[in-house]
Nanobody
Framework: QVELAESGGGMVQAGGSLRLSCTAS????????MGWFRQAPGKEREFVAA???????YSADSVKGRFTISRDSAKNTVYLQMNNLKPEDTAIYYC???????????????????WGPGTQVTVSS
């Protein structure tokens, strides 16, 4: 079993930065596709960014140029660097992993089968 744990959330003013971390424990494969999704109050969960098994990154249009996903395979950790944060980025951020190496539609939550509990990010104006 693989477990994911997010960290690094918090409260920041608009224009600020945060770095989220997602560490995998258990029977892990450090090359599996990983993703970040978020859910704001009253809204559906939405795609933020993903990285596939050969470290090609994908991101939502709403965060392009501001958020960067990366991986440290030696630490079984995926990061989400978030810069120039906006109040509309406020949400619970979830880390997600996929057991299979092939990632067909990286922006789709159903592609991922393991989820962390989430970490709150709050951006004040």
């Amino acid at each position: 079993q693989v477990e994911l744990a997010e960290s690094g959330g918090g409260m920041v003013q608009a224009g600020g930065s945060l770095r989220l971390s997602c560490t995998a424990s258990g029977r892990t494969d450090s090359s599996v596709p990983m993703g970040w999704f978020r859910q704001a109050p009253g809204k559906e969960r939405e795609f933020v960014a993903a990285i596939n098994s050969i470290d090609i990154a994908y991101s939502a249009d709403s965060v392009k140029g501001r958020f960067t996903i990366s991986r440290d395979s030696a630490k079984n950790t995926v990061y989400l660097q978030m810069n120039n944060l906006k109040p509309e980025d406020t949400a619970i951020y979830y880390c997600a992993g996929r057991r299979q190496l092939l990632l067909s539609t990286p922006n789709t939550a159903r592609e991922f089968d393991t989820w962390g509990p989430g970490t709150q990010v709050t951006v004040s104006s």
